[in-house]
DNA sequence: ACCTGAACACCGTTCAAGT
DNA sequence: ACCTGAACACCGTTCAAGT
């Protein structure tokens, strides 16, 4: 009963390895990859069907870590300013991973459990039915706007002309890489659902 | 005084043909590129210096597109508005070119000046200057952020599964494709105006 | 100054061959 | 069932050679 030759891959060590690649590198690459799972490139193709796949599969780890808005009897816009908040430090922590995502498109509808809760939470909140699915796009797009910011670096806001006075004041009276990040999103955030909640209460 | 052999490319024919070959096919290969111009691969490197650089001078010539807000006496908000639609517009008439601008870091400050007279408009709203650079880039990543999801299919949205009742429903009332993407940028954005209004009425 | 073909290093993926 | 090496088609880029 000699067991069999250890094996060496499984899908849980491909998407580690890969995330680790690209934490460090910014690139995913096959042959990357394998090296740093002391395997063959072809030996990959056993667990996934390839680097797309990878990705994808990425993305539905990372949803899956954000806790979905809590459904007590909070404020609406807690839950849902909780659940952003949430959302956007899941993908902060890999800024890599985000352009990566951002250019694939997901293929299977991975968060939509997520959503279902955001599209409960909205409708409790009195945002009629025709208006929840756009909602959820704004939210989106925010997060992930805001997401690809923090994956950029800070040299956008440097530069030496001297005619473009409002902006050189601003940006040294603003705060600085992973800070700026931050304070914007929180404040697009706050004005993201203070204009929801002036639109609910007016439109009602 | 017989002329020298045609002159057969042009930056701005490499532009061109580069944004031609991405509104088609979604990517941007050399050699796609050079069949396009009728041309040898290696021809393109004697007017840009690679592939990188094509798609930030794509980056610039988008944001040359984008009008700056009026700096009339109208409302602050209106300006602000009117901007953002305008910036949104521009992405939205190559979506395949957006994955693309989101996977490769600007590198000079293109759109610079236009964000000059933004800043000035925020600041003339009464926007704090500490706050400025903030905002831009809260609006800036609303529109990126905006621009991805009309680049992505609405596919997303199809799912059969009957455990996303509230999901479901939401998605049968809301419209579809351009329509959802639209709508949704108008909603956000005007969440956005009335937040920061808000915000600053309050404030002072 | 501009264009070319050949070559280079590097991709992701496939597949017959091994265990 | 899993892993491998070799091979494949395809990348972006370089460069000596032509005009």
Chains 1, 2 share one sequence.
Request: negative net charge; proline residues 4%.
């Amino acid at each position: 009963m000699a067991q069999r030759r250890k094996r060496l891959l499984s899908i849980d060590a491909v998407l580690d390895a890969s995330l680790a690649s690209i934490d460090a590198t910014g690139r995913l690459a096959m042959a990357d990859l394998a090296e740093r799972l002391g395997v063959s490139a072809s030996s990959i193709y056993h667990h996934v069907s390839g680097r797309a796949a990878i990705i994808e599969a990425l993305r539905e780890r990372l949803v899956a870590v954000i806790e979905p808005p809590p459904m007590d009897g909070s404020d609406w816009g807690e839950q849902i300013s909780r659940w952003m908040v949430g959302y956007r430090r899941a993908l902060a922590e890999h800024p890599n991973l985000i352009p990566l995502l951002t250019a694939q498109t997901m293929t299977d509808g991975s968060g939509l459990l997520a959503y279902e809760q955001v599209a409960a939470v909205l409708r409790h909140a009195g945002v009629p039915i025709g208006e929840v699915v756009l909602w959820i796009s704004v939210l989106d797009a925010y997060a992930l706007g805001s997401a690809l910011d923090l994956a950029a670096p800070d040299d956008v806001w440097r530069f030496d002309r001297d005619d473009l006075p409002v902006l050189a004041e601003a940006i040294g009276a603003a705060p600085v890489g992973r800070k700026r990040a931050d304070a914007a999103f929180a404040l697009g955030l706050e004005a993201l659902v203070a204009g929801l909640r002036r639109r609910l209460s007016s439109g009602s």
